[in-house]
């Protein structure tokens, strides 16, 4: 079974600041997403990464993606309150499997 | 983008009722939806993949008997939590998908059981 950790679980940071999260996979895909979570709602899709090296960028979130390392990062860039969620990647296998969540407060 | 339309969006009921939860596809065809369950500060867990036309496949561990899930037309899947109660209490999320299209989520549904 694909297992997919992401790091950290927690965090708070003022705002201004950088940070990067991490997700970590144990197997091999070719396909992984980046998702916020807002208290109380569904998932809103931010970063589709399709190929090793892929790098995408909306606003202060980049999304990256290494295949060989199995590692994907979302990097914060100048962080504001409004980024404030919980931030989920996933790894699609033959089903998606979701990493554990990073929630986010940023702290004005 | 992809639409999809998660009905309702909050139930509130008594214990030992069924409750049924709609997803549709608003803008395609879906030929695979997918059935999550997730609790409160937890990740996302999948539940069930269901095909258009033929039977869900369950994930270890989620009672097939319990949660009912129909999955009719390729715009339309369903799960029933039937004779609900307080442990079932989650937030329940859809989401369907093609071969073309990646998953697109609906906007969940939060049941609560008394």
């Known amino acids: 079974e694909l297992k997919v950790e992401q790091n950290p679980l927690f965090l708070s940071m003022q705002e201004g600041k950088n940070y990067t999260i991490y997700c970590n996979y144990s197997?091999?895909?070719?396909?992984l997403y980046w998702y916020r979570q807002d208290p109380g709602k569904s998932l809103e899709s931010l970063f589709v990464l399709l190929s090793n090296g892929a790098v995408k960028q909306e606003g202060r979130l980049m999304a990256s993606l290494d295949t060989k390392a199995r590692l994907s990062t979302l990097h914060i860039t100048a962080a504001v309150h409004d980024l404030s969620a919980t931030y989920f990647c996933a790894v699609a296998g033959n089903q998606f499997y979701f990493g554990t969540g990073t929630s986010l407060t940023v702290i004005p | 983008g992809a639409v999809v339309s998660q009905h309702p969006s909050r139930v509130i009921c008594k214990s030992g009722t069924s409750v049924k939860i709609e997803c549709r596809s608003l803008?395609?065809?879906?030929?695979?939806m997918f059935w999550y369950r997730q609790f409160p500060k937890q990740s996302l867990m999948l539940m069930a993949t269901s095909n258009e036309g033929s039977k869900a496949t369950y994930e270890q561990g989620v009672e097939k008997d319990k949660f009912l899930i129909n999955h009719a037309s390729l715009t339309l899947s369903t799960l029933t939590v039937t004779s609900a109660h307080p442990e079932d209490s989650s937030f329940y999320i859809c989401s369907a998908a093609n071969g073309e299209q990646p998953q697109h989520f609906g906007d969940g549904t939060r049941l609560s059981i008394l």
């Open positions: 197997t091999t895909s070719d396909r």
């Open positions: 803008d395609f065809q879906a030929t695979t």
